[in-house]
């Protein structure tokens, strides 16, 4: 099977949930997708509700796409609302904590991928001050919150992309970003990386080297294996803005010579 076959284009409304007390959660890519290097997920938490758990093994990378909470990792609590991420290192208990009137929801990456069945729930703390560290103090590795307005934009011709959690923040496998497409296409490229995006506003069109695969809309999600060639085409007047994450993490710049 060739790498172009493997690239996968799905709509997030058509991915089966899985409900739970708290909310519902969507695997946008996983291993059943073909994943290697990293996995995404859409977690929506409903009002006045938590979710809680732990997956040793996996780093990870969280963006609040609506609603504000907090996002509490091990003895660290992180007031969160649209626009911010969160890195949570390997292994470490968090919880999703909806405060807010309307549901919380998030998409997110982990890195390596997991076997979900793995990712083992976690009681969530509400006196911080009597949670353990689990280790990450020896380690060095702290979770972080990073605000998209608070992260300079890197151009990249006539497109941009803010850099929100990658190793300069303690994230070793993996580089999430958020990026603004403006009305047009791009020449075809492929990275040294795994890559999984979902598109946050606008429309376009995906293309894998020289064909039009499909449609883009908000809530549509893309993995790209590595040494795929491809772009995205913003086909409306308005930006496209899409949320990425890559792994093995680098930079979003980063290409493949054919």
């Not at 893309?222 to 409306?236: A, K, M, Q, S, W």
Request: hydrophobic content about 35%; aromatic content about 6%.
């Amino acid at each position: 099977m060739s790498v172009q076959q493997r690239a996968r284009l799905r709509q997030q409304e058509e991915i089966t949930g899985r409900s739970f007390d708290a909310g519902t959660m969507q695997w946008l890519v996983d291993r059943n997708l073909g994943a290697e290097h990293v996995m995404a997920y859409r977690l929506t938490v409903n009002t006045d509700s938590t979710a809680s758990h732990a997956h040793p093994g996996a780093e990870e990378a969280l963006y609040v796409l609506q609603g504000t909470g907090e996002i509490r990792v091990e003895r660290s609590r992180h007031t969160v609302g649209p626009g911010q991420a969160v890195f949570v290192p390997d292994g470490a208990e968090h919880s999703y904590v909806n405060t807010g009137a309307q549901p919380l929801i998030i998409v997110g990456a982990m890195a390596p991928p997991v076997d979900p069945a793995g990712i083992r729930p976690a009681i969530a703390h509400r006196d911080l001050t009597q949670t353990a560290a689990t280790g990450i103090d020896e380690r060095g590795v702290r979770p972080t919150l990073m605000d998209e307005q608070r992260v300079a934009p890197t151009m990249m011709g006539e497109r941009s992309f803010r850099v929100l959690v990658n190793p300069d923040v303690g994230c070793r496998q993996m580089t999430q970003f958020t990026g603004v497409i403006p009305t047009g296409r791009a020449p075809l490229h492929a990275h040294p990386h795994e890559e999984a995006v979902y598109i946050l506003a606008g429309t376009g069109r995906l293309w894998i080297e020289d064909q039009p695969v499909g449609e883009l809309r908000p809530g549509s999600v893309v993995f790209f294996p590595i040494g795929v060639r491809h772009t995205l085409e913003n086909t409306g007047r308005e930006d496209m803005k899409v949320l990425g994450a890559f792994s093995p993490a680098g930079s979003p710049e980063a290409k493949l010579s054919r």
